[in-house]
DNA sequence: CTGAAAGCGCTTACAG
DNA sequence: CTGAAAGCGCTTACAG
């Protein structure tokens, strides 16, 4: 910056002017700095002006660590790459934050606090509200991608109503017997909010949850498959199945395809999330579309804002869900 | 720093020594610098230790900003969670770099050059080579995760024996009238390396290519799509298709559906890359298997090897592919 | 509109 | 083994 002020004939004070932009330099002045730099290829150094200004313009992304990284994740590579868009339109850039194999879940929180080197923070809801609340105990101002129960900013799609319009889909199928996988995990919002969706579907149809068709899943293929399998052996099995995410709908299609079980003719199948693997599937799966890639970049444009200065939206951001019906769900034949 | 200094009784340069296990502190002394950090929660600040030791112990990484994050990126997925890995266990961070939906490509890797925020980089090949040289000139050590041409350090999948097992397999089954989809593509060299891996099988078994039946893809679904509708109309059409992914893979099953071609029995369809995908195709698709997460690792350990002082690996980094044979292939039976 | 001063929180030789 | 000094490259009031 010194260099910079000498050839362009000022004190380095008014470089740092032309740099932030600052009101109060004459346009003359201006434009012999702004020479100087591209003559010498200045370029300011982040870590000073961190220090000096006592922030980064850096903003952490908390993700889980994701020991199988499977197509389920999809879900997130589109968030990550919408958060980032988010963060880049901004001038921001994006720390990413995941916890080491090794380690507890906690620590990616600890060591985000520890080495101070953002100045917010997006977590995506399934790491817990633990982490949340310790970063907003540091001080840190974060915005949360998902459900949380916790008085802190969010964005996160409107599990109720695309659940409601999932059930309505089946029920307007002439289906009954509908079997929900993924419920029952108590501390789970999405999962209450999906419930809650189905519960308001069937009573305005006059009907109640079947709560023998109501199977816990754990979000894997397996535990679908192992859902289904249950539901099969039922004396009267489910005419319909709607799985909270697209891969233990998975676990049902292949459970039904090796029994001989044909979707959508015998029985119909209905995921929720819709992973590009959906439309890949056969038959091609029925979904609820999250939106994935909008909720990362609201949520980045969120806390930008807040570390800007503009007040937390104080309730949360819900981005609209959507029925993508294709052929794995059709009329009840029996 | 300074009031754990003075809590422990010390100056705050012995806190310092502290910090940064430097040899030279009495035990004793050095006890009562951690006690005193931890009662008064002390925490460094990064800016500052980068500023005075000029460097940030942040790596960055560029990455396509990916318009359409169709599944095909799972592979992009899971490279970063394996950069973000191999990074985070060696008590780096990770600051993504893609370029904003407005701009150039050359824009990510500019701001990276201005902003000074990271020690290194790391750069999926498919950012293209302009990049990589620029961030070179500017004095950055980077490596690279795929195939370069320019004398920097890489780590890539072994392309050539995936493709030569691959070929292999096709051949071995009884199949001569081999298609190709996704050559011809002049500047790319992962599509020369798998090109050059099917030519020797060929050449193993007293075979050549036959350029009627190779076809250009565009890595997409549609172009598989449309390169699968051209081999289908030839007058002699191939028995097996070979995509070089598995995007384009998928296209050619759709049509071969559509047409009522019976996949493995009447053509036999290989892809590449194993996408998380591939296995819940109907058929599942025998696909090259290339281990992204490890190719993001191994990458990571590379640079931060660099950074640390260890002289560079003089010629890439190559991870073996690996051929997963599912329900796509079979033997001839016409 | 521009300059001089102080300070951001560390690290790094250099003494002792 | 530990302290005093200088410096990393900026920004931010404060004068003028």
């Not at 868009?85 to 990413?96: I, M, Q």
């Not at 535990?223 to 099995?237: H, I, Q, V």
Request: aromatic share 4%.
């Amino acid at each position: 910056m010194r260099t910079v002020a000498k050839q362009a004939g000022v004190s380095y004070q008014t470089v740092s002017r032309v740099i932030n932009e600052a009101s109060g330099v004459a346009p003359e002045t201006r434009s012999r700095v702004l020479t100087a730099m591209r003559e010498l290829g200045y370029r300011p150094s982040l870590a000073a002006r961190s220090l000096a200004r006592n922030r980064t313009e850096i903003v952490g992304l908390v993700l889980p660590s994701s020991v199988d990284l499977t197509f389920a994740d999809a879900h997130l590579l589109q968030m990550v790459g919408g958060v980032d868009r988010g963060v880049s339109d901004n001038d921001y850039s994006t720390l990413l934050a995941s916890p080491k194999e090794s380690e507890p879940v906690l620590s990616a929180f600890r060591r985000l606090v520890r080495q101070r080197t953002v100045d917010g923070v997006l977590i995506e809801a399934g790491m817990g509200e633990e982490g949340v609340a310790l970063l907003v105990d540091a001080g840190y101002p974060v915005t949360v991608i998902g459900h949380t129960s916790l008085d802190v900013p969010s964005v996160r799609p409107d599990d109720e109503s695309g659940a409601y319009v999932a059930m309505q889909h089946l029920l307007a199928l002439g289906h009954r017997r509908i079997a929900l996988i993924g419920s029952e995990n108590p501390g789970n919002l999405a999962v209450a909010a999906r419930r809650s969706g189905c519960d308001r579907a069937l009573a305005d149809a006059g009907l109640a949850l079947d709560m023998s068709l109501v199977e816990r899943g754990e979000w894997t293929i397996a535990s679908g498959r192992a859902a289904t399998e249950r539901l099969l052996d039922l004396p009267a099995p489910p005419t319909a199945v709607f799985a909270f995410n697209d891969s233990m709908a998975i676990g049902t299609l292949q459970v039904a395809r090796e029994r001989g079980i044909e979707v959508p003719r015998q029985l119909s199948v209905l995921g929720f999330d819709d992973t590009p693997s959906a439309a890949l599937l056969t038959p091609a799966l029925t979904s609820v579309r999250v939106f994935s890639a909008e909720q990362g970049e609201r949520a980045a444009r969120t806390l930008i804002g807040i570390l800007r200065g503009m007040t937390p939206p104080s309730s949360p951001v819900i981005l609209p869900s959507q029925l993508v019906v294709r052929s794995s769900t059709a009329p009840l034949t029996r």
